[in-house]
């Protein structure tokens, strides 16, 4: 149960938590072998995604400096490939491609919940690896600060807690004010407790059967009850 009597903000990870990841990917996909079926000669271009997933889940943690310039050189050294030739494909494939099947992947409840939180006063905030404001947007929805790893005021990959320290100090919070909301215990459960906050991972069941934000909704509606909250 949610400890709501305190509760200021509720942070929320994007990828995996606001939408179902496999879906999407599976969308995604498809979206590649139609371009690269007909230009075979740009195949190493996957190799390219590939590497840059995967160097990315291997610096987890990562607290050196210029993240936003480093993901790309991790991947550039493995595909011996310029950063210049490596951004482009990142950008279309990872960053923009994906947006337009976004509202048919996101998981139910996900804008009652948001719903209920605004009309209970309490904010919504975004703690992304990457950034969210063009997939918020893809979702329709709203939020009250959105950061990313990326951002120069962050600079870490989770489970660095420096992100969602960085949300507490600019919304004027304490980390025990707030929730942090992911899908992956070993990098958004383990960055919360790193940041002393409260977190929930989302349950792992498949779309018909997701009612993890219908949940939180309802508990939370229940809680305004008790405290005599009008809505």
Not at 68 to 93: D, F, G, H, T
Request: charged residues 25%.
């Amino acid at each position: 149960m949610v400890s709501w009597e305190k509760l200021k903000v509720v942070i929320f990870d994007v990828d995996g938590t606001l939408y179902l990841q496999s879906k999407l990917r599976k969308k995604v996909l498809l979206g590649l072998l139609r371009h690269y079926s007909v230009r075979p000669w740009k195949i190493d271009d996957l190799k390219v995604l590939m590497y840059f997933r995967k160097e990315r889940e291997r610096n987890a943690g990562y607290m050196g400096s210029g993240l936003e310039l480093a993901q790309y050189i991790w991947c550039a050294e493995r595909v011996n490939y310029p950063v210049s030739m490596i951004k482009p494909v990142i950008e279309r494939w990872i960053f923009d491609f994906p947006n337009q099947y976004l509202a048919d992947c996101v998981f139910p409840g996900i804008h009652e919940l948001f719903g209920a939180l605004r009309e209970h006063g309490i904010k919504i905030a975004i703690y992304s690896d990457y950034k969210a404001q063009d997939k918020l947007k893809a979702m329709g929805l709203e939020v009250d600060m959105s950061v990313a790893s990326t951002d120069p005021e962050v600079d870490r990959l989770k489970p660095d807690p420096c992100g969602l320290l960085y949300i507490t100090e600019k919304m004027g919070v304490d980390p025990d004010e707030c929730l942090f909301i992911g899908d992956r215990l070993e990098l958004d459960g383990e960055c919360a407790i790193r940041a002393g906050m409260p977190y929930l991972i989302i349950d792992k069941k498949p779309i018909k059967t997701f009612d993890f934000f219908h949940n939180l909704t309802s508990q939370l509606n229940a809680y305004s009850q008790t405290q005599h909250i009008k809505l």
